[in-house]
T-cell receptor, first 111, second 113 residues
Framework: QQQVKQSPQSLIVQKGGISIINCAYENTAFDYFPWYQQFPGKGPALLIAIRPDVSEKKEGRFTISFNKSAKQFSLHIMDSQPGDSATYFC??????????FGGGTRLMVKP | EAGVVQSPRYKIIEKKQPVAFWCNPISGHNTLYWYLQNLGQGPELLIRYENEEAVDDSQLPKDRFSAERLKGVDSTLKIQPAELGDSAVYLC???????????FGPGTRLTVT
């Protein structure tokens, strides 16, 4: 059962543009929603995270928007840079700190 | 501070052979995770340790996979015998006590031929 669905699978954005990645979850027991960034040959690294009692969280160029009633959340990358080119994973966490990851989005930012 | 260390980084074996992966978590991190990441997909949890105790191994295929974390520090994940479908990246992550953030190692890329 895929509990976290992520889209799109791949995304190409021009430098300076906005990258938007969407996720939908099914498990209402999730209490924390992190986004991870993964570069080739590296493990995922935490980028930004949000709790379900907050509708938006912003850190620098990265913003999470969260819609609890729709069970959806999204990552917005403002002023996208070539260095942002990576694979991004959303996830949901349950009370046991167990993460369920989405399928990933491969982002390419063109100079 | 050194990150999560995994070895080997790459491993190529023939099917039916055994293979073992090693993970050394960040010093002081009491929780350790092993994940499986298939190409183009998100990581999937295999097993979670709290200190030396496996507290969740429900996703570990116990007929061929085994893991141990003696002394609650480093950990070994073993596959015996390996199958073609086991080709993937095996990630290790750790979390310090009282925190929720998981710190991932670079992974071991296994190719079974």
């Amino acid at each position: 059962q895929q509990q976290v669905k992520q889209s799109p699978q791949s995304l190409i954005v021009q430098k300076g543009g906005i990258s938007i990645i969407n996720c939908a979850y099914e498990n209402t027991a999730f209490d924390y929603f992190p986004w991870y960034q993964q570069f080739p040959g590296k493990g995922p690294a935490l980028l930004i995270a949000i709790r379900p009692d907050v509708s938006e969280k912003k850190e620098g160029r990265f913003t999470i928007s969260f819609n609890k009633s729709a069970k959806q959340f999204s990552l917005h990358i403002m002023d996208s840079q070539p260095g942002d080119s990576a694979t991004y994973f959303c996830a949901g966490r349950n009370a046991g700190n167990m993460l369920t990851f989405g399928g990933g989005t491969r982002l390419m930012v063109k100079p | 501070e050194a990150g999560v260390v995994q070895s080997p980084r790459y491993k190529i074996i023939e099917k039916k052979q055994p293979v073992a992966f090693w993970c050394n978590p960040i010093s002081g991190h009491n929780t350790l995770y092993w994940y499986l990441q298939n190409l183009g997909q998100g990581p999937e949890l295999l097993i979670r340790y709290e200190n030396e105790e496996a507290v969740d191994d429900s996703q570990l295929p116990k007929d061929r996979f085994s893991a141990e974390r003696l002394k609650g520090v480093d950990s070994t994940l073993k596959i015996q015998p390996a199958e073609l479908g086991d080709s993937a990246v095996y990630l290790c992550a750790s979390t310090p006590r009282g925190s929720h953030e998981q710190y991932f190692g670079p992974g071991t890329r296994l190719t079974v031929t």
